[in-house]
């Protein structure tokens, strides 16, 4: 199986590290005038989105153009699925155009795995149904680092739809591989009892203000309509108990942040003064989605590159250059 | 017709208690004796010494998919496949194209076996018309063309009172009612056992409830109408602790257990590996112990293998996509062997009559034993056989089975049906 990135589960510390180490220095970049690298010069990267999607695709886009790799987007409704072909068959047919990597996004959980055990092309997650979101999970992290001198010792809260939330279940393989007390909230359908067991330092708790109470980190969920086949609140009811306020605020820690992975709900998950409060940082996130996916593809489409030449008989001088 | 003697084997017949060194002599088709040293009287002679000879295994619970789907399964391939495993009579359920809910569906399947199938094929009713779980089939005239039990497998009879009067004509005409127990409004979208695994999948879950809430009503309607009550692929825990006190209580419920619901557990299950999909899903390993505590403690009374065939095709796709069922026929006797008597949990005459005696007496079988006169149907296994289960070399059409490339010790060798060897293993 070619090394590419389908979940954060799966991934060391020390890997994670390595890939928001690199993300870091490509921060500065996002603010100088001329934004463009040459690493993956002449590289094709493909971006297949079988759902809908605004910020991950274009941020993925604009990743692979600031490494030089030229980028096809595909999005489903415009492409061979609707004409019945299977989503192997379609893996198959790009596959044969010899792109260096594959962005995919899709709405059955798996599917990224699946296919990388049948294609030799390496597959970046860029959501799985319910299952990973790992550069959601990166990016923040890194946003976090931005704010928190580490991630150790931190108490994070996240609240919402996190049984039908990729976002959430990648955030909790990351941030438990830190040692971060981590805090899920909901109520009971959008919070099965089994979540306390996926990872270390898991707690569950149907009180949001129980979630809150002395976080340095507050990350709301979106509420997945979409997903949720029966809906246990009505959405005003949703926001009334589970809506992040400004007066929740003084529940948490002084400098304490909040973050969203977006598209944020004004009125659904927090109020308006939450999302535009001094101590959100939203659009940090968003921002930091770039970097982290330029360190992500960098690294997938170069451990290609390398196992490739590896494999052609060249020798191998040093590591993957992370 | 010729007859066959086998010789010297260690003969394990549950029906009769015998167990030791012993010939059996087959004249005919039927079994004329069983005894030290039978005079050979120009039979074909079969050394069976070193070997366990059975009474011939049958698996209560396969789909052949024919008539109608035959691009898994055909009756012939299906029949071979059983063989392969060691089974001499299988009981198909009525899921094809057409439903088998009717005596001319039936009579096309006796029939089809009677030409093409190297074993017994018994076939099993629908209990509803197409399985909507509306209307009652036409019952009697399925048992007249030779139906052994009734199910809608796979399409679990919701209402109660459809299953409340269908446990009434069952038990008018004889039969067992065997229920596929899941509540569907539980399941819906479900994909695998409901747990910590499915929550780090992301794939949504079938709560262990869908079988247990099911198997409670299905053991309250057989207490009230004293149909006789069989529960399918039993999995759950709970499940089978209601099954063991219903017999307590002297009901007629009987269950069977597939080889992998007890061999492995949602923990083993490739991440989005659809040859782990099945219904019921693999469960916790906690589910899967009480499975073989259930079958050591005789709440579970058979093995069946629920045999679902599916072709690749509709296996490769996302798993959420694709069918429930895995193919079982070759491998069952070898999981048996392997998880319940090597382990341990329970001798070879318990692991015989749970193929033999264990579904013959739920369906009314006049099989399962060597008794004079029976059908001369046997199953000979090699208990310490080193072999490796190649999915490739399978006689089904389908090769979905999550035990490809299993390392087995002990399988069957040879199988007979009717005195003549069907198949014999290649070394």
Redesign the interface.
Known sequence: MPTGLLGI?ELSRGEVEAILHRARTFQPLQHQSYKKLDTLRGRMIVNLFFEASTRTRTSFEIAAKRLGADTVSITASGSSVSKGE???DTLNTLAAMRPDAIVMR?A????P??LAH?LAIPIVNAG?????HPTQALLDALTILDHKPALEGLRVAIIGDI?HS?VA?SNVHLLAKFGVDIVLCGPATLL?P??S??ATGVTLTNDIREAIEGADVIMMLRVQLERQ?DPPLQAGEYFHFYGLRLDHMALAKPDAIVMHPGPINRGRELTSEVADFQQSVILNQVENGVAVRMAVLERVVGAHVEAARQKSGAVRESGLGI | MASLLVKGGRVIDPASSLDGTADVLIDNGRITAVGRDLPRNGAELLDASGLIVAPGFIDMHVHLREPGIEHSETIETGARAAAAGGFTSICCMPNTLPVNDNATVTSYIVERARQYALVNVFPIGAITKDSAGEELAAIGSMKSAGIVALSDDGRPVMNARVMRRAMEMAKSFGLPVIDHCEDLNLSSGGDMHEGVHSTRLGLRGIPSSSEDVMVARDILLAQTTGARFHVAHISSHRSIDMVRRAKERGLPVTSEATPHHFSISDADIAPYDSNYKMKPPLGSTCDTAAVIDGIVSGAIDAIATDHAPHPGSEKMQEFEKCPFGIIGLETAVGLSLEKLYHSGRISLMRLVELFTTGPARILGLERGSLAQGLPGDMTILNTELSWTYDVNHSFSKSKNSPFHGWKFRGGPVMTIVGGAVVWRRER
Not at chain 1, 108 to 111: Q, T
Not at chain 1, 128 to 132: A, S
Request: no cysteine; net charge negative; charged share 25%.
């Open positions: 589960e299977s989503l192997v899709h059955a959980s798996g599917a795995y699946f049948h799985d149904g319910t299952h990973e049984a990729r279940r099965p089994e979540l067991a996926i086949h």
